[in-house]
């Protein structure tokens, strides 16, 4: 799933906007604190993941909405997401 839902929110954020879905301008994105991903390594730091759920779930969620999928498959997209930070931070 992560590869699907991921790859639909890409490509119809980029048709919609005839732009590529991330913007290459560093001002319009979120900065995360290092100190936050370094924290993420310990898989048993529940606070360091909630803060990082906390932080962009509705981000994430939103992109998602705006690129038309459904409330199900926004909230596939978060999950799927996070998945994919946590192995790629592990």
Known sequence: M???CGDEVT???ANSSGRPAIS???DDLLPTRLSL???LKDWQDQQSWREFFDTYWK????V???AGLSDAEAQDVV???LVSVA???A
């Open 37 to 39: 991903l370094a924290r």
């Open 2 to 4: 992560i590869g699907k």
């Open 87 to 89: 192995k790629k931070n």
């Open 24 to 26: 290459e301008e560093t």
């Open 59 to 62: 981000l994430i969620y939103s």
């Open 79 to 81: 999950q799927d997401t």
């Open 11 to 13: 490509e119809k954020l």
């Open 64 to 66: 998602a909405i705006q």
